[in-house]
């Protein structure tokens, strides 16, 4: 089977699979989705990027009784971004069981809100370790219905120190349920989970091999990091460059310095709140900062189109993260670039991390001093969202009928739960941001904001 529609799907769903782009199955779904339909537990090795999220999320939907008011299913991540990003992908497969309730648990939110939406009732939990506990902890969720626990990039969670968080998780669940284990790697301490956890597993190991990725490597020796990552910016020209530090104080430092240069630059690091975090990535993704300077929480779970380059303005520490912070690039059939600044540090470093790596001189760049990575929109962001039934064809329209903008000055419009942002050339943004304001979205007022 290589297509959704050979399996024995409702036909609802295949039309919504259709209307969302899924016709064929990428490799590691059709290995997995019949194991999981036929409620079998499974170890699956995927690289991030490879569809895993649908491989388990559309045998979870078709399993999800709605209106139970209990959580039937469990799915832990490491990150928040990873867990917006898995509740996004639900959601859009369970369009024809428009009752499914998904309900994210992380960090950097507020407990109580969270709290809130629980007591609503919650089909499918996505959360973090630490948060999930601390809720089981509180009494605020209830785990004794769960039939089907996911454990999502799981050896990102044991590197992040999640392994003793997730078996007292796991203690707490019904003994008879389906389990669940994704995986990118698969290092050795990743067999005490299993054995826990997973009983009698099917095994699947994914290689990729019906897709290249096509990344150029290259490394540049530097006795001034700062200098040389402008040289690279100025040299190079990308639409959209993420640049990958060690620390979050770096981070902050390093997009204060390229903002005094004249670069548009979003941040992400874990001081951060979530609504932070999640405008940053928005407007790096819609063209707004078409810089991202990130620590290696952006190096998973961050799967924006259109990345000409990846930096490693600091070397990683690990070889996979080297792997995962390139991963970033070169994706959906596009040519990557991937480029590491190589101070002594990261000369002593290179031989664990990269060792066929060829390190060139920075005069082998060319730098165009006039150039300056600035984005082309600027986003307003609408007090509303998929609560308020408003849709982007309904932003679309009031922006091209009622102000007068051409379609070609709109960029991308997200929709969320409770506000809606849209991508506005910067050339019409201050018309676009009064119409908006002063005027009337479905026959609506709705509050606007310029980010």
Same mark, same amino acid.
């Given at each position: 089977?290589?297509?959704?529609?050979?399996?024995?799907?409702?036909?609802?769903?295949?039309?919504?699979?259709?209307?969302?782009?899924?016709?064929?199955?990428?490799?590691?779904?059709?290995?997995?989705?019949?194991?999981?339909?036929?409620?079998?537990?499974?170890?699956?090795?995927?690289?991030?990027?490879?569809?895993?999220?649908?491989?388990?999320?559309?045998?979870?939907?078709?399993?999800?009784k709605p209106k139970q008011r209990y959580p039937q299913s469990l799915i832990i991540a490491p990150t928040r971004e990873l867990c917006e990003q898995i509740a996004g992908e639900i959601k859009n497969i369970a369009r024809y069981k428009p009752d499914t309730k998904v309900v994210t648990l992380y960090g950097g939110t507020s407990l109580t809100n969270q709290v809130t939406s629980l007591e609503k009732g919650a089909d499918i939990l996505?959360?973090?370790?630490?948060?999930?506990?601390?809720?089981?902890?509180? +009494?605020?969720?209830?785990?004794?219905?769960?039939?089907?626990?996911?454990?999502?990039?799981?050896?990102?969670?044991?590197?992040?120190?999640?392994?003793?968080?997730?078996?007292?998780?796991?203690?707490?669940?019904?003994?008879?349920?389906?389990?669940?284990?994704?995986?990118?790697?698969?290092?050795?301490?990743?067999?005490?989970?299993?054995?826990?956890?997973?009983?009698?597993?099917?095994?699947?190991?994914?290689?990729?091999?019906?897709?290249?990725?096509?990344?150029?490597?290259?490394?540049?020796?530097?006795?001034?990091?700062?200098?040389?990552?402008?040289?690279?910016?100025?040299?190079?020209?990308?639409?959209?460059?993420?640049?990958?530090?060690?620390?979050?104080?770096?981070?902050?430092?390093?997009?204060?310095?390229?903002?005094?240069?004249?670069?548009?630059?979003?941040?992400?690091?874990?001081?951060?709140?979530?609504?932070?975090?999640?405008?940053?990535?928005?407007?790096?993704?819609?063209?707004?900062?078409?810089?991202?300077?990130?620590?290696?929480?952006?190096?998973?779970?961050?799967?924006? +189109?259109?990345?000409?380059?990846?930096?490693?303005?600091?070397?990683?520490?690990?070889?996979?993260?080297?792997?995962?912070?390139?991963?970033?690039?070169?994706?959906?059939?596009?040519?990557?670039?991937?480029?590491?600044?190589?101070?002594?540090?990261?000369?002593?470093?290179?031989?664990?991390?990269?060792?066929?790596?060829?390190?060139? +001189?920075?005069?082998?760049?060319?730098?165009?001093?006039?150039?300056?990575?600035?984005?082309?929109?600027?986003?307003?962001?609408?007090?509303?969202?998929?609560?308020?039934?408003?849709?982007?064809?309904?932003?679309?329209?009031?922006?091209?009928?009622?102000?007068?903008?051409?379609?070609?000055?709109?960029?991308?419009?997200?929709? &969320?739960?409770?506000?809606?942002?849209?991508?506005?050339?910067?050339?019409?943004?201050?018309?676009? &941001?009064?119409?908006?304001?002063?005027?009337?979205?479905?026959?609506?007022?709705?509050?606007?904001?310029?980010?």
């Amino acid at each position: 089977m290589n297509y959704f529609k050979e399996l024995n799907l409702p036909k609802e769903l295949l039309e919504n699979l259709s209307k969302l782009g899924f016709e064929q199955m990428t490799p590691i779904q059709k290995e997995s989705i019949p194991h999981i339909i036929k409620g079998k537990d499974i170890i699956a090795r995927a690289k991030t990027g490879s569809g895993k999220t649908v491989a388990f999320a559309l045998p979870l939907i078709l399993k999800i009784k709605p209106k139970q008011r209990y959580p039937q299913s469990l799915i832990i991540a490491p990150t928040r971004e990873l867990c917006e990003q898995i509740a996004g992908e639900i959601k859009n497969i369970a369009r024809y069981k428009p009752d499914t309730k998904v309900v994210t648990l992380y960090g950097g939110t507020s407990l109580t809100n969270q709290v809130t939406s629980l007591e609503k009732g919650a089909d499918i939990l996505v959360g973090t370790p630490g948060r999930l506990l601390d809720h089981f902890s509180r +009494e605020t969720i209830g785990l004794s219905h769960i039939q089907t626990l996911i454990l999502d990039e799981a050896d990102r969670m044991l590197d992040m120190g999640f392994g003793d968080d997730i078996i007292k998780i796991v203690s707490n669940l019904p003994k008879k349920r389906q389990n669940l284990l994704f995986s990118a790697t698969y290092p050795d301490n990743i067999n005490k989970l299993t054995s826990i956890i997973l009983d009698n597993p099917i095994k699947m190991e994914i290689e990729d091999t019906d897709k290249h990725i096509d990344i150029e490597e290259r490394g540049f020796k530097s006795d001034n990091k700062d200098k040389t990552l402008i040289q690279i910016l100025q040299s190079f020209q990308p639409n959209l460059a993420l640049i990958f530090c060690a620390t979050k104080i770096k981070t902050t430092e390093l997009s204060e310095t390229l903002h005094n240069k004249g670069f548009d630059v979003a941040t992400l690091n874990g001081d951060l709140e979530q609504y932070e975090r999640q405008e940053m990535l928005l407007q790096f993704a819609n063209g707004t900062l078409p810089i991202l300077v990130a620590t290696d929480l952006a190096s998973r779970g961050l799967d924006i +189109e259109g990345i000409d380059i990846v930096i490693n303005y600091d070397i990683p520490t690990k070889a996979q993260d080297y792997t995962h912070r390139i991963g970033r690039t070169g994706r959906a059939d596009a040519k990557g670039l991937a480029i590491t600044i190589c101070d002594d540090y990261a000369m002593g470093k290179l031989k664990d991390i990269r060792p066929s790596l060829v390190v060139e +001189e920075t005069d082998q760049l060319r730098p165009d001093k006039n150039f300056l990575l600035q984005g082309k929109y600027s986003t307003i962001c609408i007090d509303g969202g998929k609560k308020k039934k408003l849709r982007a064809g309904d932003i679309l329209g009031t922006l091209c009928k009622d102000i007068g903008l051409d379609a070609k000055d709109i960029g991308k419009i997200n929709i &969320y739960d409770n506000n809606s942002f849209v991508a506005i050339d910067k050339s019409v943004i201050k018309k676009a &941001y009064n119409g908006l304001k002063n005027g009337k979205i479905k026959k609506r007022k709705f509050r606007i904001w310029w980010l």
